[in-house]
């Protein structure tokens, strides 16, 4: 298994093909790079707070927050549907 030593300029240029929207595995075949690198080259540009990665970051967690929010309401709504359902029916 040869070990290559890959300058920051190709690794970054990486990780920004990452954050345009290239997949792991069409740059791995096309660069000639193994997944777990260019994995872990993106999570270490996520931790060194590289602007546009902890941007991407920060929008993939209120994207995740907002979505969990969202199911919280459709579950109170749907609550609420049945109840004014069960009260209707007992009124009449």
Not at 12 to 24: A, D, P, R, W
Not at 46 to 63: F, H, M, S, Y
Request: aromatic letters at 6%; charged letters at 35%; proline letters at 1%.
């Amino acid at each position: 298994m040869n070990k290559r030593n890959y300058d920051q300029e190709f690794k970054t240029t990486i990780v920004e093909l990452l954050n345009t929207g290239c997949s792991v595995k069409s740059l791995s075949e096309e660069y000639g790079v193994s997944q777990a690198s260019i994995n872990r080259w993106k999570r270490i540009a996520i931790t060194n707070g590289t602007p546009q990665a902890a941007e991407d970051t920060k929008e993939a967690l209120r994207i995740k927050a907002l979505e969990k929010e969202l199911k919280e309401i459709r579950l109170e709504r749907d609550i609420l549907k049945k109840a004014v359902s069960i009260f209707s029916k007992s009124n009449r």
